[in-house]
């Protein structure tokens, strides 16, 4: 049986962490990305028996790295049938006038260009074997704006506009795109969106039940067990209490 291999950015935490188990129990073997060494060790135990796993450490940002990792990968490694581009963040909630431009660089160069980068990378072989599935993990964000979310919202309409373009230039290749969109996800989001304030980050979740890492995984599960002849193509998701972007309701007693 010829090797399945899934590459997962973001594979610390969350949703990419909860994907990469996951993909692993279809039999995937793993490529699993992301920035801390700990964590990918720590995940790699956790891999079923018989699944291979190839821990990668590196920062989506660093175009010379994801190239040079990526660009290299050991022969047995190269042929990667999905591609899951998890990796991103949100850095604040101010108004755009009071904005921090730090934020603004590391929400634009992991949310927009690390996807580039990592695509970039996987999808000449894909286009050579004409065939693969490339996930783009999105947002609510990226169909709705929000007051302060700006630059944010920007972001992950850009990785929207961007997926919806893979698709049309890929497709002459028999290459499957999807893009999930989730709302409101119980993950570290919050914690680095509010740069550690672990007080306001718990409030975001309190008086519902939101979306959890898994949720997603399913859907990544369920989309990547489609027949070939079947994309689904834009998903969005989000918690039965959340009715938009901004409009949640919550029992706070």
């Known amino acids: 049986?010829?090797?399945?291999?899934?590459?997962?950015?973001?594979?610390?935490?969350?949703?990419?962490?909860?994907?990469?188990?996951?993909?692993?129990?279809?039999?995937?073997?793993?490529i699993a990305t992301g920035r801390r060494t700990d964590r990918l060790e720590e995940l790699g135990s956790e891999m079923p028996k018989g699944i291979d796993f190839l821990p990668l450490v590196f920062d989506v940002r660093d175009?010379?790295?994801?190239?040079?990792?990526?660009?290299?990968l050991p022969?047995?490694?190269?042929?990667?049938?999905?591609?899951?581009?998890?990796?991103?963040?949100?850095?604040?909630?101010?108004?755009?006038?009071?904005?921090?431009?730090?934020?603004?660089?590391?929400?634009?160069?992991?949310?927009?260009k690390g996807l580039l980068y990592v695509s970039k990378a996987i999808m000449p072989g894909m286009c050579e074997r004409k065939s693969g599935m490339i996930i783009n993990i999105g947002s609510i964000a990226g169909k709705e704006v929000y007051p302060n979310g700006n630059v944010y919202c920007g972001s992950k309409h850009a990785v929207d506009a961007i997926t919806k373009g893979m698709r049309m230039d890929l497709n002459p290749f028999g290459i499957r795109v999807v893009a999930i969109h989730p709302g409101l996800v119980e993950t570290e989001f919050s914690l680095v969106r509010f740069k550690g304030d672990s007080k306001r980050s718990e409030t975001i979740y309190q008086g519902y039940e939101p979306?959890?890492?898994?949720?997603?995984?399913?859907?990544?599960?369920?989309?990547?067990?489609r027949p070939a002849h079947v994309v689904l193509a834009d998903i969005v998701v989000l918690p039965t209490a959340q009715a938009s972007a901004t409009l949640v309701k919550k029992d706070l007693k």
């Open 1 to 30: 049986m010829e090797k399945k291999i899934a590459l997962i950015t973001g594979a610390t935490s969350g949703i990419g962490r909860a994907s990469a188990i996951t993909l692993a129990k279809m039999g995937f073997h793993i």
């Open 75 to 112: 022969e047995n490694w190269k042929n990667v049938d999905v591609l899951l581009n998890n990796a991103g963040n949100a850095h604040g909630m101010d108004p755009i006038q009071s904005g921090n431009m730090d934020d603004w660089d590391a929400m634009i160069d992991i949310n927009v």
């Open 63 to 72: 175009r010379e790295t994801v190239m040079e990792i990526l660009g290299n």
């Open 211 to 225: 979306l959890v890492a898994q949720d997603i995984a399913d859907i990544i599960e369920f989309a990547v067990n």
